[in-house]
Nanobody, 123 residues
Framework: QVQLVESGGGLVQTGDSLRLSCAAS????????VAWFRQAPGKEREFAAV????????QYADSVKGRFTISRDNDAKTVYLQMNSLKPEDTAVYYC????????????????WGQGTQVTVSS
């Protein structure tokens, strides 16, 4: 059972940066790919970025490519999402999720989820 806890959300202005963290409890954390999804009010949960277990491979949604960077520190059992040049349309609850295969961008296929962290970008 993988337990995930997100942190780092907050209220920022357009153009600002934030770094989200996803801390895991699983001893074999490096065996899991980890993705960030986001869900805005009234919208479906959407894929943002995913990283494989070793950290060498990543994929991004077109909407965040070039602005967001996903990375991981397996010794610390933590995955990060560095978000730069934030826009109001990035406002959402951000969730991290873990899975044993890579890459998977469909949220319904993930079994392990964190509780989410709110990111609000004001214009």
């Amino acid at each position: 059972q993988v337990q995930l806890v997100e942190s780092g959300g907050g209220l920022v202005q357009t153009g600002d940066s934030l770094r989200l963290s996803c801390a895991a409890s699983e001893r074999t954390f490096s065996s899991y790919a980890v993705a960030w999804f986001r869900q805005a009010p009234g919208k479906e949960r959407e894929f943002a970025a995913v990283i494989n277990g070793g950290g060498a491979n990543t994929q991004y949604a077109d909407s965040v490519k070039g602005r967001f960077t996903i990375s991981r520190d397996n010794d610390a059992k933590t995955v990060y999402l560095q978000m730069n040049s934030l826009k109001p349309e990035d406002t959402a609850v951000y969730y991290c999720a873990a899975i044993t295969v890579y890459p998977v961008v469909i949220p319904q296929l993930y079994s392990y989820w964190g509780q989410g962290t709110q990111v609000t970008v004001s214009s």
